[in-house]
């Protein structure tokens, strides 16, 4: 199903969003892969420094020392971008976007954008695509197959005709990552950035309040995406602001009506 705001674009299928910090869930799959364990404690700082390039949390946020599923859950930039830099390379980061269907071409029936994750070519460009930013583009479309693929275990490429031969080929996840990454997506509703958008019991998610524009003064998108039960979804607010605020309570009023 596919809802859009007024105005003839197509947001849902075309839309080219840099994601913000829903790319976490895809970077926290490759350092799941690389051995680091939920229980593991890292710290979340206000401030950090990765190749030149200063990095704070949403509202200048600090959470100190931590579990690497409670820095998921608070979202914490500080804690994605040093860890990224440390165990993950510019290749493997991109390989695990790959895992969920970017840089893959769509084939659903109707036109939708091809999601965009270049290799970075810095530490500073891997720290911001860590947290979904730097040259990242994707469509709601594309980060809701994501939540898919952690809710069924296999990403598999969205269509909406069925008889259509796919150029993209399902991708099974890694099991251990697969659990490790649905307590964390709950840890988001129960105890972290979607704590109080009004979700109901059994949803699991992600956050985003993605940069754009230039200036001094930035734009952010909001987005939350998640699962709960058999049904995957992406919201994105343009402009919206706050993912947890504003994404969120979106996902909350959709759920609760369809029961």
Request: charge should be positive; include cysteine; proline fraction near 6%.
């Amino acid at each position: 199903a596919v809802v859009n705001n007024r105005g003839g674009f197509n947001r849902a299928l075309d839309g080219a969003y840099p994601p913000g910090s829903t790319f976490k869930t895809i970077t926290a799959a490759a350092l799941l892969n690389e051995g680091i364990d939920p229980a593991e404690p890292v710290t979340c700082p206000k401030y950090v420094t990765v190749g030149g390039l200063k990095i704070r949390n949403s509202n200048h946020e600090a959470f100190g020392r931590v579990s690497f599923l409670e820095s998921f859950a608070h979202s914490c930039n500080t804690t994605f971008a040093p860890l990224a830099a440390e165990r993950l390379s510019a290749r493997k980061l991109r390989e695990a976007a790959e895992w969920f269907g970017f840089n893959q071409t769509l084939k659903i029936g109707v036109p939708a954008a091809k999601a965009s994750m270049p290799e970075a070519t810095s530490d500073a460009e891997l720290a911001a695509e860590s947290f979904g930013q730097a040259r990242i583009t994707a469509s709601p479309l594309v980060m809701a197959s994501v939540a898919a693929a952690v809710a069924d275990g296999t990403w598999r490429p969205p269509t909406l005709v069925r008889s259509l031969k796919q150029k993209a080929t399902p991708k099974k996840l890694p099991d251990e990552v697969v659990a490790h990454l649905r307590a964390m997506m709950r840890a988001v509703v129960t105890e972290g950035t979607a704590r109080g958008a009004g979700l109901p019991s059994g949803t699991a998610g992600k956050t985003g309040s993605a940069e754009f524009g230039t200036g001094p003064e930035l734009g952010m998108h909001a987005w939350f995406i998640g699962y709960r039960g058999d049904l995957a979804f992406a919201v994105v607010v343009e402009g919206g602001g706050m993912g947890g605020k504003v994404a969120a309570p979106i996902a909350a009023r959709f759920l609760k009506a369809r029961g």
